[in-house]
């Protein structure tokens, strides 16, 4: 019997808050950490690295700022792509205005430029709701990655246009340039989003949660319970793009190592992440990890079954894949919009009770 | 001081005090319709104050008018003494002012806990890093609120859907998480739309009581809106009647019965 | 009249004329949103199904040709005959029928009473889907449409105009296929308003937009009238699709310049046919004067974000948009 708990136990009201109630669940949300941080690091290869984990964290952490935005304040926005390059330039500009400063700090910092950069996209949506807002954030998507493409500053007037992370170190290992090992590249992005989860897990099952959830389900109530609702849209758009901006700063710092804006931030990146949070679970920070994992596994699974078994084409495997990724967003909001999270949490409810249901 | 606002007490021994909230000639129109008509009265302190009249008369705009969501084109409001400047409704429920809906308005995406959780948000002051770390300020803050959520769950003996999402419970337990939303924000002003609206006899004994229990006990004010008259005269200290925007009536039930003009509207008047 | 002058307004008429391109699309997108309050993002990508589907019957290939040699090892790719155009426009109305229908039975039958913003997410993943399927039905190769429009200036206009600032005005440039849209939009849309008002379908579908149960209950089948609207939309996707095909040649950018429609649809109103063509031709002719004046000082390219940012600032001023009811909040 590995499952528990099926009356309430519980005797103080901060055990009744906790983020994984069950034994069980908190055993093994303690194992996938310990496992993630003292056992991939010393087996992870240049492939798993670049191929699955790397893309996969870094994902998380921009699935779980959209989540904030979309899933649980209601604000659906089609600006992902924009703000990450938000992220990546403001990195890349720190990186190379002040060398001496610890690469980890100007992540952090880039994040905080990307806040204010999407509070202020955020303030029309005072006044325009839903899709209209969401038409609206492709104002941002568009105007920034022009603004990269066509302002020399922001790429230091290079020739190519591209921007191109130089070498940094923390503690004497490298994590940004050509001679950084797979695992330190892992090791990075790890940390941020052991951080960012658990950063956006407690935001979101406090009073700032509830404010955003309140608007999200019933705007005009949520004012006149008092929620400020220009502050809270704000605070969503702030937080949500930190997160966004500090997946678009690994993105370029320490995965990709360089970037031409329209190419990689463009609006395909804003859908992706958007289709992440939909498969995932709109309002779940679980959700967003499942989301992220499911969909950059996906093409890498495609690619193996089409090509690699079947022997394919590789454009063929590529259209195949917008059909199947097209098709599952459908089923999924059909069948289940609360997505993977939600299936989840259905076995979970049976697990508690099992083996007697009734 | 005036006889109207003195403070006295009742027969069943609770003390109305002298006058809360103060509506002078409040006039609100939609384009050229003109939704109140020039309407004075007052709430005071620790009463419940009805307000009835047939369908469309007016009353929820009045309603709206008092917690910030319509703003009345003439008139003033006044508040415990002072008059309250022109406010945003998330600055008036600041000011003690909580309010349940006609139709039910629960976020019903969370649970009802959390729902009512929400009622607590004034209270609540800790700042995004601090609720980030959690650890600290922001749960200690958290489990104070949460015991004071408590204590309204059991008042309203709704316990054992603490956890249940909003949205799968029927309505008359619905109505019920509403109020005990306001209740948690401790308000000096309850505003209660049409609380018994669509129940059955028992829902509404119950809701009576609860009503009842709320203003003796923690003495708040309170303003409600209600079709059912055996019900508003059993409940209320006294009654403003509305017909077409206008008043028409104010008073202690036993006078609003015996008004004529009050029985004309809504028994209609014979033309002859 | 200064040379100057003239330029500019040479740069005014062609901004109408992509305007009535943007109309075009935008037209599809309020036909649905009236009847069925589904904010279609896909439209863009149906108008580059269709003409992907045009010039594929046009040309003889075979559908599903690439993926067929790849599981079969053939190498099969055309029929080896070439269908006349009017033919050709007919099956492909078949198509986009068909495919009204499938969206009806598959998707949106099952979404009924969604919010709006969970069916809007979905049309972004029949979008993806589409545009996929397009791909592997007739792969993604540029495609021509030789439907035998017009094309290049107008050189008669050209003739006539020259020489009016003096002699180094060389007389207006404008597009002929332009010419022929706009006189092809305006059939298109007065064909519409009439089908809409004095037909039978067309009240039906009045009634739907206005209220849904209310038309329920006076029998008309919902689901009839949601593919009757998809199909239409399908039909006037596929006009786009052969106007905007016939411009740049058929391929994905088409579905990118389609999102134009989307800024077009904030400025006119989701649920106003005018509104829709009076938004096109303000974002088309504002975007072209905007790149003429601003452009060559920040660097050029801004047809790239000016019909978003231009919806957005409107957007905050009027919510509601340019025609749209005025919104009033109530609890």
């Known amino acids: 019997m590995f499952y528990r708990e099926a009356g309430d136990f519980k005797t103080s009201y901060a055990e009744d808050n906790q983020t994984f109630p069950i034994k069980f669940d908190r055993y093994r949300y303690w194992f996938v950490l310990a496992v993630a941080f003292l056992v991939i690091p010393f087996i992870i290869n240049d492939y798993w690295a670049n191929a699955i984990f790397v893309p996969f964290l870094i994902y998380s952490i921009a699935a779980i700022g959209l989540n904030i935005l979309t899933g649980y304040c209601g604000q659906v926005s089609l600006g992902t792509g924009g703000f990450m390059a938000v992220g990546a330039y403001a990195c890349y500009k720190l990186m190379t205005a002040f060398p001496e400063v610890n690469i980890l700090i100007h992540i952090i910092l880039s994040g905080g430029i990307t806040a204010v950069v999407g509070a202020a996209f955020g303030l029309p949506s005072l006044r325009i709701k839903g899709f209209y807002l969401a038409v609206a954030t492709l104002a941002a998507q568009f105007f920034l990655i022009w603004l990269f493409n066509k302002v020399a500053w922001f790429y230091n007037y290079s020739a190519s246009g591209q921007i191109s992370?130089?070498?940094?170190?923390?503690?004497?290992?490298?994590?940004?340039?050509?001679?950084?090992?797979?695992?330190a590249k892992y090791m990075v992005c790890l940390v941020f989003v052991t951080l960012c989860g658990l950063a956006a897990r407690n935001l979101t099952r406090g009073t700032t949660g509830r404010k955003w959830m309140a608007i999200r389900d019933m705007d005009i109530a949520a004012e006149i319970i008092g929620v400020n609702p220009l502050k809270a849209k704000l605070t969503a758009f702030a937080v949500s793009s930190f997160f966004v901006g500090i997946a678009g700063a690994?993105?370029?710092?320490?995965?990709?190592?360089?970037?031409?804006?329209?190419?990689?931030?463009?609006?395909?990146k804003s859908f992706l992440v958007l289709f992440m949070v939909i498969i995932g679970g709109l309002g779940s920070i679980f959700g967003s990890f499942a989301g992220a994992a499911f969909l950059v596994v996906l093409p890498v699974a495609l690619k193996m079954i089409g090509v690699d078994l079947l022997g394919w084409p590789t454009d063929i495997v590529s259209h195949f894949q917008l059909v199947v990724v097209g098709a599952l967003i459908m089923f999924f909001l059909i069948k289940e919009p609360h997505g993977l999270a939600q299936l989840w949490r259905v076995i979970k409810e049976k697990l508690r009770l099992w083996p007697f249901p009734h | 001081m005036n006889a109207m606002v003195d403070p006295y007490t009742t027969e069943d021994g609770r003390k109305i005090g002298g006058v809360l909230m103060d509506m002078r000639n409040i006039t609100l129109r939609f384009g050229g319709v003109e939704a109140i008509k020039d309407i004075s009265f007052n709430i005071r302190e620790g009463e419940i104050r009805a307000i009835i009249g047939p369908n469309g008369a007016g009353k929820s705009s009045m309603l709206n008018v008092i917690s910030g969501f319509y703003k009345p084109q003439e008139g003033e409001v006044h508040f415990r003494g002072s008059i309250r400047p022109p406010m945003k409704p998330?600055?008036?429920?600041?000011?003690?002012?909580?309010?349940?809906?006609?139709?039910?308005?629960?976020?019903?995406?969370?649970?009802?806990?959390?729902?009512i959780m929400t009622g607590r948000l004034n209270h609540m002051k800790t700042g995004l890093f601090a609720q980030a770390i959690w650890k600290g300020a922001a749960e200690k803050e958290e489990i104070e609120n949460r015991a004071?959520?408590?204590?309204?769950?059991?008042?309203?003996?709704?316990?054992?859907?603490?956890?249940?999402?909003?949205?799968?419970?029927?309505?008359?337990?619905?109505?019920?998480?509403?109020?005990?939303?306001?209740?948690?924000?401790?308000?000096?002003?309850?505003?209660?739309?049409?609380?018994?609206?669509?129940?059955?006899?028992?829902?509404?004994?119950?809701?009576?009581?609860?009503?009842?229990?709320?203003?003796?006990?923690?003495?708040?004010?309170?303003?409600?809106?209600e079709h059912d008259m055996g019900v508003v005269m059993d409940l209320s200290d006294r009654v403003v009647v509305m017909d077409y925007g206008r008043k028409i009536g104010d008073g202690t039930p036993s006078e609003i019965i015996s008004n004529q003009e009050v029985i004309d509207a809504y028994l209609g008047v014979a033309h002859d | 009249m200064s040379t100057?002058?003239?330029?500019?307004?040479?740069?005014?008429?062609?901004?109408l004329m992509a305007g009535v391109m943007y109309s075009l699309v935008a037209l599809g997108f309020v036909l649905i949103f009236k009847a069925?309050?589904?904010?279609?993002?896909?439209?863009?990508?149906?108008?580059?199904?269709?003409?992907?589907?045009?010039?594929?019957?046009?040309?003889?290939?075979?559908?599903?040709?690439?993926?067929?040699?790849?599981?079969?090892?053939?190498?099969?790719?055309?029929?080896?005959?070439?269908?006349?155009?009017?033919?050709?426009?007919?099956?492909?109305?078949?198509?986009?029928?068909?495919?009204?229908?499938?969206?009806?039975?598959?998707?949106?039958?099952h979404l009924v009473g969604q919010e709006p913003i969970i069916l809007f997410m979905a049309t972004i993943g029949l979008a993806y889907f589409l545009e996929g399927l397009g791909d592997i039905m007739w792969g993604s190769d540029i495609k021509t449409l030789a439907l035998g429009l017009p094309q290049g200036g107008a050189r008669w206009l050209e003739d006539a105009t020259a020489g009016l600032g003096g002699d180094d005005f060389y007389g207006f440039f404008i597009d002929k296929l332009d010419m022929v849209a706009t006189v092809v939009a305006a059939v298109l849309v007065t064909a519409l308003i009439l089908f809409s008002q004095y037909t039978k379908h067309g009240r039906a579908m009045r009634a739907v937009a206005d209220d849904h149960q209310a038309a329920l209950s006076v029998g008309i089948s919902l689901n009839f009238i949601w593919i009757l609207v998809w199909s239409l939309a399908g039909f006037v996707a596929l006009v786009a699709g052969i106007m905007?095909?016939?411009?740049?040649?058929?391929?994905?950018?088409?579905?990118?310049?389609?999102?134009?429609?989307?800024?077009?649809?904030?400025?006119?109103g989701f649920t106003s046919i005018p509104g829709a063509i009076v938004g096109g031709l303000i974002i088309g002719m504002g975007e072209k004067v905007f790149e003429y004046m601003i452009g060559p000082m920040v660097g050029g390219a801004t047809e790239n974000w000016f019909a978003y940012v231009l919806a957005l600032l409107f957007l905050v001023f009027r919510p509601q948009g340019l025609f749209g009811e005025r919104i009033i909040e109530r609890v």
């Open chain 3, 36 to 109: 069925s309050g589904i904010f279609n993002f896909s439209q863009g990508v149906m108008a580059l199904f269709a003409a992907l589907t045009l010039a594929g019957i046009m040309e003889g290939q075979v559908p599903f040709a690439h993926i067929i040699n790849s599981i079969f090892g053939t190498n099969i790719h055309h029929f080896g005959w070439h269908v006349p155009a009017v033919l050709a426009i007919i099956l492909t109305v078949f198509v986009m029928i068909g495919f009204a229908w499938a969206v009806q039975r598959f998707v949106f039958r």
């Open chain 2, 90 to 115: 998330y600055q008036v429920a600041r000011l003690g002012i909580a309010r349940t809906f006609q139709n039910i308005a629960l976020f019903e995406g969370m649970s009802v806990l959390d729902n």
């Open chain 3, 4 to 15: 100057e002058f003239l330029y500019f307004v040479e740069v005014l008429i062609n901004g």
């Open chain 3, 244 to 268: 905007w095909g016939a411009k740049s040649g058929v391929q994905f950018s088409l579905s990118l310049i389609a999102l134009k429609a989307l800024p077009v649809l904030m400025l006119g």
């Open chain 1, 165 to 183: 992370a130089p070498e940094r170190f923390v503690g004497g290992i490298a994590v940004t340039g050509p001679n950084t090992e797979a695992w």
């Open chain 1, 250 to 268: 690994l993105f370029f710092a320490v995965y990709l190592g360089a970037v031409e804006g329209g190419e990689a931030f463009g609006i395909q």
């Open chain 2, 148 to 225: 004071h959520v408590e204590r309204v769950i059991d008042f309203l003996e709704i316990q054992a859907i603490r956890k249940t999402p909003v949205g799968r419970l029927p309505y008359g337990l619905k109505k019920r998480v509403e109020l005990a939303r306001a209740l948690a924000a401790d308000p000096k002003l309850l505003l209660l739309d049409e609380p018994m609206a669509g129940m059955n006899v028992e829902e509404k004994e119950d809701m009576s009581r609860f009503i009842l229990d709320v203003n003796d006990e923690f003495g708040t004010t309170i303003a409600l809106i």
